[in-house]
């Protein structure tokens, strides 16, 4: 005789299969992504082999078909580029100072529909009322609970995800905030059902499964307001910290409470995957420590970090490429200071502005351009807190710091079939575009270089004027270089102006401490020196104003051919007006792809926190 089907029994049959279902959707989602990733990757190797046979490659009959005449061949082309334009050039602005992307708001909107879908989907009991509380309540519970491995996955450093998928961590991590904000809604429908319907009694107060599930809550209520981007911007720190005490207390106290319910095995993988994650950056920054140590038999200070003051809010940190630590232009590394963070493991992030020459390597920088090529360069802008304490350091004159390393992290943008290459740059966003600049010269495959730089001072320059121009003097006859330095302003803002950060400027005011050391006259010598020759090369133009993306894009346009590929560092508003120059219907007009104009490839860095 059949088992008499009860609401229980439905309420508990579907809590228990939907997740499996969510899980199904999200690995068949995360499989589609991964396959795409590698037909780009086959794609990008078929081009680099097809690359001196413009006949065989769509994208390089730009320089063959002429503009103005349609081509039939290029329409999956045109298409290609038509998805580009909708999905990562327009943009949904929030405030004046971030925006998103359309396919960050459809991943979204499809992360939502898929939780709230599964969650309210077949609430009818069998007396036909309709979302019945009973249904979606225990059910929201359950769904939230399954979400927490992704969650603590997309904020991991290293994950499967971005190994399956290529999509970078700096990426995931915009995707962790929006996975746990919609979790955190299903939460509270979870929670707030219980308490709208009364359904929590007396009795269940005193036991430990519901102390620990409202703790839970309770603290992720917290994190979501101090992980709001005002409070990370001003206090990053302690976001920092609060975030890992809050994290660690929201897990412990999921995996109790559902542990009650025999639902622990949902969350319990969460911590297996941070600890992976951790260990294997901890194996990182011991290998290259070790090997560092190895080299420094040969090499002696290759396990030291060198500071060098270049402005009173602009530290250079050199440290000597750890045997093994490979890079690509664009790619970042943590860097642990002990003698400079408040705790010892504290790990921050930086660009890597050297590009990684292995030959150059074996011998050492003999000066501060040769550090661009020789070794692992970080352009450091010292706003607060660590970096603050940092160039404090540096104006005392303590030029040399013990250094742990973790990395390298980020996908880098593949310039090795593009016929033209943009690179913009506002403050130190240069820190991104430089060693692209390096890499794109020192590779010799593009035909025409334009490199865009928006600073508040022209005594900017010599952050990396030195290794511009050494680069320069090696590029070869058939490639076209423009570097074009925009200086935006003559007046500096106050250090305390809010906008005193929006370009990284330099400003008159002295950090604590005495800089008069052998670093600091090094360093003005070469202010003086590098600046002062940089100038007089002549693809190097300075400019006063602000530079016109717009006008500049166009010419690059017109006058391009084959592929071409845009990567910007910078504020909200320089990607803004970038991905606004480069929304064009590649389908219709003058530079449309369809009529020979050259197809393009955006690589965006922003400023500030999502």
């Known amino acids: 005789m059949a088992a008499k089907i009860t609401d229980k029994t439905l309420r508990v049959g579907r809590a228990k299969a939907y997740p499996k279902e969510i899980w199904w959707f999200i690995v068949c989602l ?57 999905a990562f050039r327009c943009t949904l602005q929030i405030g004046s100072s ?65 190994l399956l998928t290529g999509v970078s961590y700096e990426k995931m991590n915009s995707l962790h905030r929006m996975c746990s904000r919609v979790l955190f809604v ?34 992720f209520c917290v994190l979501v307001l101090v992980s709001l981007r005002p409070i990370r911007a001003k206090a990053y720190e302690f976001f920092f910290y609060t975030h890992m005490a809050l994290a660690l207390i929201i897990l412990l106290g999921a995996y109790y409470h559902a542990k009650n319910f025999e639902f622990g095995q949902y969350v319990w993988p969460a911590f297996l995957i941070w600890a992976l994650d951790r260990f294997i950056r901890l194996a990182r920054v011991v290998y290259f420590k070790v090997a560092s140590y190895i080299g420094s038999r040969k090499a002696p200070g290759a396990m030291q970090a060198k500071l060098d003051l270049l402005s009173p809010h602009m ?54 351009g040769d ?7 970080f352009l450091v802008n010292a706003r607060g807190g660590f970096t603050r304490r940092l160039a404090e350091k540096a104006a005392r ?42 890499s794109a010269i020192s590779k010799g495959t593009a035909r025409r270089v334009l490199f865009i730089w928006a600073i508040r001072d022209k005594s900017h320059l010599q952050w990396v004027s030195a290794a511009i121009k050494q680069a320069l003097a090696t590029a070869p006859s058939t490639m076209s270089i423009s570097i074009n330095i925009y200086l935006t302003t003559s007046q500096e803002p106050l250090p305390t102006s809010p906008r005193a950060w929006d370009d990284d400027s330099v400003h008159n005011e002295r950090l604590g401490g005495a800089s008069g050391s ?93």
Not at 115 to 143: C, H, P, Q
Not at 405 to 426: F, H, Q, R
Request: proline share 6%; glycine share 8%.
């Open 30 to 86: 995360i499989f589609t992504v991964a396959l795409c990733h590698v037909g780009n990757l086959l794609l990008s190797k078929i081009r680099q082999w097809r690359q001196s046979s413009s006949k065989a490659d769509p994208e390089g009959q730009g320089r063959t078909v002429r503009r103005g005449t349609g081509s039939i061949t290029r329409i999956p082309l045109a298409l290609v580029n038509l998805y580009r334009v909708v």
């Open 98 to 162: 971030y925006s998103v992307c359309l396919a960050d708001v459809f991943l979204t909107c499809t992360y939502i529909a898929i939780i709230f879908g599964w969650a309210l989907t077949n609430t009818t009991d069998l007396e036909g009322v309709k979302f019945d509380w009973s249904f979606y309540s225990n059910r929201a519970g359950t769904l939230a609970a399954s979400q927490f491995p992704l969650i603590v996955a997309l904020g991991t450093k290293n994950n499967p995800i971005t």
């Open 186 to 219: 299903l939460l509270w429908l979870h929670a707030g059902s219980k308490f709208a319907t009364d359904s929590v009694t007396p009795e269940d107060w005193p036991t430990a499964w519901l102390r620990v599930g409202l703790m839970a809550v309770i603290a």
């Open 315 to 368: 530290v250079r940190i050199r440290i000597p490429r750890p045997p093994a630590f490979g890079w690509q232009p664009g790619q970042l590394a943590y860097l642990i200071l002990p003698s400079v963070s408040l705790l010892p493991i504290e790990a921050h992030p930086f660009s890597i502005a050297s590009i990684n020459s292995p030959d150059s390597a074996e011998k050492p920088a003999d000066d501060k």
């Open 371 to 377: 550090a661009y090529f020789k070794e692992l360069v």
């Open 397 to 438: 004159g303590e030029t040399s710091v013990m250094a742990f390393l973790d990395g390298p992290y980020g996908v880098t943008p593949d310039l090795s079939c593009s016929e033209t290459i943009v690179l913009i740059a506002g403050g130190t966003g240069i820190s991104y575009t430089l060693p692209l600049l390096l």
């Open 518 to 610: 052998e670093s600091s006259e090094s360093v003005e010598k070469e202010k003086e020196d590098s600046v002062v020759t940089l100038t007089e090369v002549s693809a190097v133009k300075v400019q006063v104003g602000r530079p016109n993306i717009g006008v500049l894009m166009k010419e690059e346009l017109d006058n391009a051919a084959g592929r071409m590929t845009v990567c910007v560092c910078g504020s909200e508003g320089i990607a803004r007006a970038v991905r606004s120059s480069l929304t064009i219907n590649p389908l219709a007009g003058s530079n449309s792809v369809i009529r020979g104009a050259p197809s393009v490839t955006l690589h965006v860095e922003s400023f500030g926190y999502a």
